[in-house]
């Protein structure tokens, strides 16, 4: 195993570990010529993996693509095969799935439809990926890239590997005839782990729209035969039910509830926003962009809640929770959706910005003030479009925190228990 520092071919020098793969460890380095960084692939030679790095190999040089890796050089010593690529900054997505814990049909569609244009080169090629995964994806700004290319193989090529456990189609495991098919399947529980956080086929009848659980289900049947037979044909499929999530976009208001210091009321403001839109004749969603699971414990707590494909329907207020699937509905139909986002994340950034409106929910004591007013520097250019909620406050707290605090447009919120 290589160290920190450590000088490689005289022209790399290891500048950390980025993971560990089937094959071996993967480093990454600095050129030192150039003073860029590469990422290093390092395959035991004595693993009997040779023959694996350079068919990886024989196979990236061939191919050219801004969302596949391009490989620099090979090189070899006494323990180490090492394929010096192009090193990809960014996120891989079983690490933002795993941090966000929720995605929506937007975006879920977005990255499969990405996904799906890089494996149709590759199939144009005339290669087989062969370990398509959450953790072989690498979210980029707004592209992703596919890596690890050490399980591919051409077409009509008897030799490849098994794949990962749960993404391999069946094929790979009963010596059946690899083809494009391999890929879909593996495309496909991809799709559900994004839908659901697990590859469990079981919970895709949990799945909103059920046309996206149809997808899914038609790639990953254990039948080749019975499974989607070209990523033209689930690119197809996927463009079809795109129209509906990008509608909601443009159609609805959206405003996002973020709140910096825990215990301030930002649930509760966020529902009675929506019970002043909905007084005024809007049609309004909120949805639950948080782990509180308030939503589901409302059901409980309430004699007036019923679900609706999905949606708890309460008195006159409609509620997206945060669970496995999305809401079979058409976000389109709603005037105003309210996120509640409760407390900020880093990761939810993006979609907070991209909020018509942002409400900041606080209360009027000093340490909430001062959390909040010292993260304003996130929501950098949007401030014509913030409203400070002041939660709990009385006159006089109020107009403390509004001259201490400068705080940006504040709104002082009366206190209603009932909702």
Do not use: W
């Not at 456990?165 to 391999?182: H, L, N, V």
């Not at 509180?292 to 329907?313: L, P």
Request: glycine share 8%; charged share 25%.
């Amino acid at each position: 195993m290589y160290q920190l520092g450590d000088i490689l071919f005289e022209r790399y020098e290891i500048a950390g570990f980025l993971g560990e793969g089937s094959f071996g460890r993967v480093y990454l380095a600095r050129q030192i010529n150039l003073n860029a960084l590469v990422a290093i692939k390092c395959i035991d030679i004595s693993a009997d993996f040779a023959g694996i790095a350079s068919r990886e190999a024989d196979i990236l040089t061939n191919l050219k693509h801004p969302d596949i890796p391009m490989i620099y050089d090979i090189e070899k010593d006494d323990e180490h095969i090492c394929i010096i690529e192009e090193y990809i900054e960014g996120e891989s997505l079983e690490n933002y799935i795993s941090k966000t814990g929720s995605i929506s049909v937007g975006k879920l569609i977005d990255i499969s439809l990405k996904l799906c244009n890089i494996v149709k080169y590759l199939h144009e090629k005339g290669i087989y990926h062969g370990d398509i995964k959450p953790q072989n994806i690498i979210l980029c700004e707004d592209t992703i890239k596919l890596l690890d290319y050490g399980n591919s193989v051409k077409a009509g090529d008897a030799s490849f590997g098994i794949g990962t456990i749960k993404f391999a189609a069946p094929e790979m495991y009963e010596s059946g005839k690899i083809d494009e098919r391999t890929d879909i399947y593996a495309i496909g529980v991809v799709m559900l782990y994004m839908a659901t956080k697990t590859t469990d086929s079981d919970y895709i009848r949990r799945i909103r729209p059920d046309k996206l659980g149809r997808i899914i289900n038609a790639c990953i049947s254990h039948s080749q035969r019975g499974r989607t037979a070209s990523v033209d044909e689930l690119i197809r499929q996927l463009h079809h039910i795109r129209p509906s999530s990008a509608q909601a976009l443009k159609n609805s208001m959206t405003i996002a509830f973020v709140k910096m210091s825990e215990c301030v009321g930002c649930t509760h403001l966020s529902m009675m926003s929506a019970g002043y839109f909905t007084g005024k004749g809007k049609r309004v969603l909120i949805e639950e962009h948080n782990d509180k699971g308030h939503f589901i414990s409302m059901v409980a707590d309430s004699e007036h809640c019923r679900f609706m494909g999905g949606i708890i329907k309460m008195n006159r207020l409609e509620l997206l929770p945060n669970y496995y699937g999305i809401a079979d509905l058409r976000k389109s139909v709603y005037d105003v959706i309210i996120k509640d986002y409760g407390l900020y994340r880093d990761a939810d950034h993006d979609e907070i910005m991209g909020c018509d409106r942002i409400c900041l929910v606080t209360s009027a004591a000093s340490y909430d003030l001062l959390s909040l007013t010292e993260n304003l520097s996130v929501f950098e250019g949007r401030r014509e479009d913030i409203r400070t909620l002041i939660n709990l406050a009385g006159a006089s707290q109020y107009r403390n925190a509004v001259r201490k605090y400068h705080v940006i447009h504040p709104v002082k919120v009366p206190y209603k228990p009932e909702l």
